[in-house]
């Protein structure tokens, strides 16, 4: 057998064993792992989304574009022209497409930019499904460096360590999942490289200071590929949309083929187009409320794990989580295991391209909860004493 997956461990890992043992016990937990906002009571408003959807069916025509519905798009550049972060606007619609998703239009892209045996760059810490799409297109994800004790910030010589002569892209995550790390200024390895930059944007809105610009902005020579979508903006996955915005450089070189890659498929479906332009036009106030929610979040898991001296977490600039690292343990199953024993469960840092050897063990945790299950997570994690340290964290 060859092919994706073919060689992969699709076994149950040791957590998630111990998880749903836990859960056949009878034993409950507090999950600070959920990344999901519509668990946690983050609902976009239904009355929004009930007049976005007024007045499809009467009109409904199938009328395919491989890059999408024009209102929609124009929809789309109007967001970027009136969102208060730098470079960002406006936009020709002609440079925007839209997909069913980012993991879509990442899965485009690796088709567009790659060849099987080329590589792409990613950042390590890296979310888990970047192993996933360079697999499927049968291409090798090199990994750069980010350094933790300057802010999580991209190590420069690492990446030029990593490109060679069958690099096809770069891709940044800004703010990064899982760290929070948001790019403020220009990556001089970047323009040495000179190669196309996928550039993850979805938790921009959802920074603790000033707004995330855009790395297009940043890197106005390279070709720019800037991924978002409603998923994490309006906190609706379920309804399946999302768009790449080229910068002239990236529409200039690629624009033409990427329409033929998009025409392949046309997934962003019908109805969610017709309602892309009402849902910006009035889910803003949402947005709002969600980064308010969010940074109360992260304020308060900062405050509640400040006091633990074996415990070291860098405030996050954007996104919505957390990732401390922990003193004293070299293995984060063993730490992790022993955690949810505690009744909380958190991610270890291998889950996102970690080893707890070289990097220290580190654990991901969502503040997108409740306060009150946000406290009682923390005080269960400050009650665990770590073994062979001596302190409680």
């Not at 998880?19 to 009355?47: C, E, I, M, Q, W």
């Not at 009136?82 to 406006?90: D, E, H, K, V």
């Not at 940074?295 to 919505?320: C, K, N, S, T, W």
């Amino acid at each position: 057998m060859s092919g994706f997956l073919a060689d992969a461990d699709l076994g149950v890992n040791p957590i998630e064993a111990a998880r749903l043992a836990h859960l056949a016990a009878g034993r409950s937990y507090v999950d600070l792992t959920s990344s999901n906002p519509t668990a946690h009571g983050l609902l976009f408003p239904p009355k929004i989304l009930r007049d976005a959807a007024a007045g499809f069916w009467e009109k409904r025509r199938y009328l395919p574009d491989p890059h999408g519905a024009l209102p929609a798009r124009a929809a789309v550049a109007e967001y970027y022209a009136t969102r208060r972060a730098p470079g960002a606007g406006p936009f020709d619609p002609e440079q925007i497409f839209l997909t069913a998703s980012t993991s879509e239009a990442y899965g485009l892209l690796f088709a567009l930019l790659t060849s099987p045996g080329d590589n792409v760059l990613a950042p390590r810490a890296t979310y888990p499904l970047f192993e996933h799409f360079a697999a499927v297109h049968h291409v090798e994800l090199r990994t750069y460096e980010l350094d933790e004790r300057r802010g999580w910030a991209i190590d420069e010589h690492s990446l030029l360590n990593a490109a060679d002569e069958r690099t096809r892209a770069v891709m940044l995550v800004s703010p990064h999942n899982p760290t929070g790390m948001v790019m403020r200024a220009p990556i001089p390895a970047l323009d040495a490289l000179g190669l196309p930059l996928i550039c993850d944007e979805v938790f921009a809105e959802f920074t603790r200071t000033t707004p995330a610009p855009l790395i297009a902005a940043l890197h106005p020579r390279l070709p720019c590929f800037t991924l978002n979508g409603i998923s994490k903006l309006f906190a609706l996955p379920d309804l399946k949309l999302g768009w790449v915005l080229m910068n002239p450089p990236a529409a200039d070189r690629f624009s033409t083929r990427f329409e033929i890659l998009n025409d392949a498929f046309l997934s962003a479906n019908s109805l969610t187009q017709h309602m892309l332009p009402h849902l910006f036009a009035h889910g803003m106030p949402f947005v709002e409320h969600m980064r308010t929610h969010f940074r109360a979040g992260i304020d308060l898991g900062l405050h509640l794990l400040e006091p633990y001296a074996a415990i070291q977490v860098i405030p996050p600039d954007g996104g919505y989580y957390l990732f401390p690292r922990v003193h004293g343990w070299d293995d984060e199953d063993e730490l992790v295991l022993h955690l949810l024993n505690a009744g909380v469960l958190v991610h270890p840092g291998y889950f996102y391209g970690l080893d707890a050897e070289r990097d220290g063990a580190h654990l991901m945790i969502s503040c997108l909860t409740n306060p009150e299950a946000l406290e009682s997570g923390a005080a269960k994690i400050s009650d665990f004493r770590l073994s062979g340290c001596g302190e409680s964290i």
